[in-house]
T-cell receptor, first 113, second 115 residues
Framework: DADVTQTPRNRITKTGKRIMLECSQTKGHDRMYWYRQDPGLGLRLIYY???????NKGEISDGYSVSRQAQAKFSLSLESAIPNQTALYFC????????????FGPGTRLTVL | GDSVTQMEGPVTLSEEAFLTINCTYT??????LFWYVQYPGEGLQLLLKATKADDKGSNKGFEATYRKETTSFHLEKGSVQVSDSAVYFC??????????????FGTGTRLTIIP
């Protein structure tokens, strides 16, 4: 079984809809992250969580919110989706510091029409 | 701020060719440096890393040396295979001791190997 799973894998939605992307990990790590990937821009950090009670904004958090339901679960929400949020979204988890290896999920391809 | 600059792709090589993907960084401290690889349809996975100057990371025939004097971490492989076709990302991060905990990625370099 994969260490990091994401659901759904693909989603098409309309402008203004609320969307939740879910992530689960079996690595037993405290740290979890959400990134978005856009062509030519690499990966950009949306939110990250050091543990269940610690959530931090990344470089592009506007328009997004997150929930850390448990050590193993970290959800990303788009409260009112807009077309420029069309992207590939990745969840990741790592050990105690940013120097540790990050383990990525397979990604969710989101299209906002 | 911190940044990572990679050579622009796409890069197309023949099988068994020598590969170099350039990566330079800007950082105010002493970051750790990484190469991640993304195979088609998959998430990123760590290829190799180096945590201090002059360290060499290596894995699967790939190598990269942390060069503080040139702020570089170029990825090399002596003989590429079709299975190496992927997108390669250079990245940096600081250790917690410097109080700046963020993983910064380059824009990625798409590599295609033709038989």
């Amino acid at each position: 079984d994969a260490d990091v799973t994401q659901t759904p894998r693909n989603r098409i939605t309309k402008t203004g809809k609320r969307i939740m992307l879910e992530c689960s990990q079996t690595k037993g790590h405290d740290r979890m992250y959400w990134y978005r990937q856009d062509p030519g821009l690499g990966l950009r950090l949306i939110y990250y969580s050091f543990d269940v009670k610690d959530i931090n904004k990344g470089e592009i958090s506007d328009g997004y919110s997150v929930s850390r339901q448990a050590q193993a679960k970290f959800s990303l929400s788009l409260e009112s989706a807009i077309p420029n949020q069309t992207a590939l979204y990745f969840c990741a988890t790592s050990g105690q510091t940013f120097t540790d290896t990050q383990y990525f999920g397979p990604g969710t391809r989101l299209t906002v029409l | 701020g911190d940044s990572v600059t990679q050579m622009e792709g796409p890069v197309t090589l023949s099988e068994e060719a020598f590969l170099t993907i350039n990566c330079t960084y800007t950082a105010t401290g002493y970051p750790s440096l990484f190469w991640y690889v993304q195979y088609p349809g998959e998430g990123l996975q760590l290829l190799l890393k180096a945590t201090k100057a002059d360290d060499k990371g290596s894995n699967k025939g790939f190598e990269a040396t942390y060069r503080k004097e040139t702020t570089s971490f170029h990825l090399e492989k002596g003989s590429v295979q079709v299975s190496d076709s992927a997108v390669y990302f250079c990245a940096l991060s600081y250790s917690a001791n410097f109080g700046n905990e963020k993983l910064t990625f380059g824009t990625g370099t798409r590599l295609t190997i033709i038989p």
